[in-house]
């Protein structure tokens, strides 16, 4: 299992952007970069994967560089209800959740 | 579509006990794998299965045994519960290995005492 490292916790506020970066020094060739979101009491979100350079959705865009050894989740134009725990995964066969990024959005 | 559907979302049990956590799926995803969260902490992999009549061990596969029968199905079940094993229990099914598209469960709140 590639090893990441993402930050504890973020605060922000209604209206901007978070960026969320995760360090994942150990990428193999073949495995995708993937995002989920978990709300209290609830299980985690698919929200979007990537292999390299950019990908968006409706949600969230990815950004990949091109050593593939960090990856930034952006959260555009945040509201209180993207508060949540923010996972990055990286894995070909088996998924392990980190502790995840806590981010809080404030009024 | 129900999606991923856990049974049951809240369970006690006394330490030495076994039970079953039921998870099922009707989505025809081939891939199923178990979690537990503890308190504060990120998913952990107990058992995944990459379809009918294969599993493997994820993380923390001790005091758990899973089976799948068939490509619904795939049970969770204690042999002998201990306070350890106090957790929040999540089921997730996927057509795929790689992370895309994971669906879990509502999951199950379970207290050892």
């Known amino acids: 299992l590639a090893k990441t490292t993402q930050p504890i916790s973020m605060d922000s506020y209604e209206g901007q952007e978070v960026n969320i970066t995760c360090s994942h020094n150990n990428i193999a060739t073949n495995d995708y970069i993937t995002w989920y979101q978990q709300f209290p009491s609830q299980g985690p979100r698919f929200i979007i994967q990537?292999?390299?350079t950019k990908v968006t959705n409706e949600v969230a865009s990815l950004f990949i560089p091109a050593d593939r050894k960090s990856s930034t989740l952006s959260l555009p134009r945040v509201s209180l209800s993207d508060t949540a725990v923010y996972y990055c995964l990286v894995a070909r066969n088996k998924l392990s959740f980190g502790a995840g990024t806590t981010v809080t959005v404030r009024a | 579509n129900a999606g991923v559907t856990q049974t049951p979302k809240f369970q006690v049990l006394k330490t030495g006990q076994s039970m079953t956590l039921q998870c099922a799926q009707d989505m025809n995803h081939e891939y199923m794998s178990w979690y537990r969260q503890d308190p504060g902490m990120g998913l952990r992999l107990i058992h995944y299965?990459?379809?009918?009549?294969?599993?493997d061990q994820g993380e923390v596969p001790n005091g758990y045994n899973v089976s799948r029968s068939t490509t619904e199905d795939f049970p969770l079940r204690l042999l002998s519960a201990a306070p350890s094993q106090t957790s929040v229990y999540f089921c997730a099914s996927s057509s795929t290995m790689g992370g895309y598209g994971y669906t879990f469960g509502s999951g199950t709140r379970l207290t050892v005492v």
């Open positions: 990537g292999y390299k």
């Open positions: 299965s990459v379809g009918a009549g294969i599993t």
